[in-house]
């Protein structure tokens, strides 16, 4: 397994967020990914190597010009409204929704802020572009990877992606690493690609990037988005658009869901990769789905992960995993690399 680390994920450090109205320390922080990066060494599963950048060209392949230009500017902004704002970080309060125009930029600061965003609970500080950016370049670099040759890479990086929209942040996420990995696949010469996307929560960033496309299978196995965020996409019945009509599968499940039902609805998954015959998989790898994260209600234990990744080794594809969720820090890097191993020795 090849890993591609970035080492300035810890730039990205969120002082508090807004959860469930109201006003608490981050859950999404650096020791998440020192947690992975500990286990991989102790583990010795193969190469850690830092990326080489890519060129703001590669991101619009997913991302919107005028958002990635809010994003790479927005803490000199903040700070340039008061210089006390450099101790604080920039939280989102006011957003365009229903009858409002998200046309026409605004000018001011809080109200653009609120146009490239999804919610309270992502705050962007002072190294979120360095950290987002050298995160989107580990993604691109472990899709290159694969067309290289590479049977598994994977991305160690934080903040997450999957939440990303083509021009929102939310849900942790600013980038979405996965679509980046999915987009340079396609840009390298696959001919199709599919996402399966673990995570305790909904993809919604994801699904909506690809929603109208049909080179691009995504899947999502999650809690039901009615009682659990994203909430307000993640439904079965949401099956694509236009040309990506049947190219969208949303697996959720009831919070609480037993172990059992959540190996089925993967095998559901697994079956109808298989029949799409992708050229390679991008795994959004979110661990939250275990008995002791802090922020969900799924049952899987350590256990668990390492026949994830033995089944999704059994697709017999080229694989980019790309790290998500998961808040349990003192089990995170087991889960995770558990999920690494089991895909490396299943074949």
């Known amino acids: ?141 472990a899709a290159h990877a694969l067309r290289l040759g590479e049977r598994g890479a994977f991305v160690l990086s934080r903040p997450p992606g999957h939440h990303a929209g083509a021009d929102f942040f939310g849900g942790y996420c600013f980038l979405n690493n996965a679509a980046l990995a999915a987009q340079h696949l396609l840009d390298d010469g696959a001919r199709k690609v599919a996402i399966i996307d673990i995570d305790y929560h909904h993809g919604n960033g994801t699904q909506s990037i690809f929603y109208q496309r049909s080179d691009v299978l995504f899947i999502s196995i ?28 949303n697996l959720p499940l009831a919070a609480g869901s037993s172990t059992q039902a959540w190996f089925s609805a993967l095998e559901t998954a697994c079956i109808r990769i298989g029949s799409f015959a992708p050229d390679a998989l991008v795994v959004s790898l979110g661990v939250d789905t275990f008995a002791g994260d802090p922020l969900s209600r799924f049952s899987l234990q350590s256990a668990d992960y390492l026949k994830i990744g033995e089944r999704l080794a059994w697709l017999n594809l080229p694989t980019a995993f790309i790290f998500e969720g998961g808040y349990a820090i003192k089990e995170l890097g087991v889960n995770v690399v558990n999920v690494l191993e089991g895909y490396e020795t299943a074949l």
């Open 1 to 141: 397994m090849l890993t591609f680390y970035n080492e300035l994920h810890a730039q990205h450090q969120g002082r508090h967020e807004f959860f469930r109205g109201e006003l608490v320390p981050c859950f999404e922080k650096p020791e998440r990914a020192d947690s992975v990066l500990a286990e991989l060494g102790r583990r010795g599963l193969g190469r850690i190597v830092t990326p080489h950048g890519v060129p703001l060209m590669s991101l619009e392949r997913v991302h919107t010009p005028r958002y990635l230009h809010f994003l790479r500017n927005a803490w000199n902004e903040w700070v340039a409204l008061d210089p006390a704002n450099a101790k604080k970080d920039a939280i989102p309060s006011v957003w365009p929704v229903r009858t409002l125009r998200s046309d026409i930029e605004p000018d001011n600061f809080a109200a653009r802020m609120g146009l490239y965003s999804m919610d309270s609970g992502t705050p962007l500080t002072a190294g979120t572009w360095t950290a987002a950016k050298t995160g989107a370049d580990c993604a691109v670099n």
């Open 222 to 249: 999650h809690a039901d988005p009615r009682g659990e965020y994203p909430f307000y996409l993640g439904h079965a019945d949401e099956r694509g658009e236009g040309a990506g009509h049947g190219f969208n599968l």
